[in-house]
T-cell receptor, first 118, second 108 residues
Framework: DTEVTQTPKHLVMGMTNKKSLKCEQHMGHRAMYWYKQKAKKPPELMFV???????INESVPSRFSPECPNSSLLNLHLHALQPEDSALYLC?????????????????FGPGTRLTVL | DAKTTQPPSMDCAEGRAANLPCNHS???????VYWYRQIHSQGPQYIIHGLKNNETNEMASLIITEDRKSSTLILPHATLRDTAVYYCTPSGGNKLTFGTGTQLKVEL
């Protein structure tokens, strides 16, 4: 199984709602990632979990709260979002590295969740 | 993080080789050069990566200059399905920083 799955595919939420995005992989990967992608822009890294611990937070606002319950699952909890947070949210996983060695650390991406905040 | 420069768009005739350049003059010694592509409305897809030597796999070839300041991704026989945005991204550890990429359009 070389697939990263994301649910839901589409999500529409109001600014007062609380929702969660889910990501799952069964490749035995130990690093998982959240990216945000606005239209016609490249993906921007938000969070990295390495061996189930948060290792990188790219100064993301606290209304986005990541969670890694186990090595196969990654969640992104959303609360009090703004319309400008509307974007494609991509999850990815990779074998995971220790230190700075990035050999054989290609990332496998899911299809994304298209989020609209009203 | 190393910065990248890629042409915003390129066209290629189907069946011909597509050569996509990338400048990464600030790449660090331990950073690999990774290439990904993103077909419209899909997640990015890994293509190939390399450190110093040229690399080839079933999808593409990667040529890295001796000084490692630039690289070229080669799709030897482009097809319509290769139409996508192509990103080169130096990477150390777990972090990928995508530049603006090159929109490759393959036409009949």
């Amino acid at each position: 199984d070389t697939e990263v799955t994301q649910t839901p595919k589409h999500l529409v939420m109001g600014m007062t709602n609380k929702k969660s995005l889910k990501c799952e992989q069964h490749m035995g990967h130990r690093a998982m990632y959240w990216y945000k992608q606005k239209a016609k822009k490249p993906p921007e890294l938000m969070f990295v979990y390495s061996y189930e611990k948060l290792s990188i937070n790219e100064s993301v606002p606290s209304r986005f709260s990541p969670e890694c319950p186990n090595s196969s699952l990654l969640n992104l909890h959303l609360h009090a979002l703004q319309p400008e947070d509307s974007a494609l949210y991509l999850c990815a996983s990779s074998r995971g590295t220790s230190g700075r060695d990035s050999s054989y650390n290609e990332q496998f991406f899911g299809p994304g969740t298209r989020l609209t905040v009203l | 993080d190393a910065k990248t420069t890629q042409p915003p768009s390129m066209d290629c005739a189907e069946g011909r080789a597509a050569n996509l350049p990338c400048n990464h003059s600030t790449i660090s010694g331990n950073e690999y050069v990774y290439w990904y592509r993103q077909i419209h409305s899909q997640g990015p897809q890994y293509i190939i990566h390399g450190l110093k030597n040229n690399e080839t796999n079933e999808m593409a070839s990667l040529i890295i200059t001796e000084d490692r300041k630039s690289s070229t991704l080669i799709l030897p026989h482009a097809t319509l399905r290769d139409t996508a945005v192509y990103y080169c991204t130096p990477s150390g550890g777990n972090k990928l920083t995508f530049g603006t990429g090159t929109q490759l359009k393959v036409e009949l």
